[in-house]
């Protein structure tokens, strides 16, 4: 008896938490993998402050970043895998966050560079 309590509180559990985890998903955007992948703010090796006059900013692939813009923050991983050099940063920027046309230009890792 004991066992059918617990599986029907778990199946409750499991109900309940469904729509808390489509809301913990809510605002982010699904990139192109070939444009690298965000991680947590730990991870970043430094910041880039993306001003309203910054045209462009400069990365390695591999580098892990964290962008702040007009008070927003996230951090992205630039594992690219692309044959071209640069990208709009609006292609991987969180919903909602307006980054005035920025290019990110994406250099080869230093450490494969001869």
Do not use: C
């Not at 007009?70 to 940063?89: I, K, V, Y």
Request: proline content about 6%.
């Amino acid at each position: 008896m004991q066992n059918q309590v617990k599986k029907i509180v778990a199946i409750f559990a499991v109900a309940a938490l469904g729509p808390l985890t489509a809301m913990a998903h809510e605002g982010e955007r699904h990139v192109d993998p070939s444009f690298g992948y965000a991680v947590q703010a730990p991870a970043a090796t430094h910041t880039i402050v993306v001003a309203p006059t910054t045209k462009y900013v400069n990365v390695d692939q591999g580098d892990v970043v964290t962008f702040l813009i007009d008070g927003n923050a996230f951090t992205w991983q630039f594992d690219t895998l692309r044959s071209e050099t640069s990208f709009d940063l609006a292609e991987i920027v969180p919903a909602g966050i307006n980054v005035h046309g920025v290019r990110v230009y994406v250099a080869p890792n230093p450490i494969y560079r001869n």
